[in-house]
């Protein structure tokens, strides 16, 4: 399954980031909730230290607006994913050219609705 970086994570549970680490874990992927504030989802702690190495991921999904990504993108990169997923809200250009340029896949979908579609 695929090692997943829920970017966004929180203990909120009417958040989408929320939802996505619960159906990401009920498809039996392996999540790993980074967020901007200590808390718990899933099970899980909620990263919040961009030093925390995280080994093997294969997809970062984001649930952060395009105005807070920067301060994320060498986090982001650094993790080295095989693709990122851009979900409605989250659409960055300047992002996108960096993890093309880095070979990282991008997509603009919505996580849930690939969970739901299988085709995540």
Not at 51 to 62: A, G, S
Not at 97 to 119: F, G, K
Request: hydrophobic residues 30%; contains cysteine; aromatic residues 8%.
């Amino acid at each position: 399954m695929k090692k997943t970086v829920v970017l966004g994570a929180t203990d909120n549970p009417t958040r989408y980031a929320y939802k996505a680490v619960h159906r990401l874990q009920q498809h039996g992927h392996e999540v790993v909730p980074v967020g901007i504030k200590k808390g718990e989802v899933g099970g899980k702690p909620i990263i919040y230290d961009k030093t925390e190495p995280v080994e093997d991921v294969d997809t970062v999904t984001l649930y952060v607006g395009p105005q807070n990504q920067p301060s994320w993108y060498d986090y982001i990169l650094n993790l080295k994913p095989k693709r990122i997923i851009f979900n409605p809200g989250t659409e960055n250009r300047e992002l996108e050219q960096l993890a093309e340029n880095a070979n990282i896949e991008t997509l603009h979908h919505c996580t849930l609705v690939m969970l739901a579609t299988d085709s995540y």
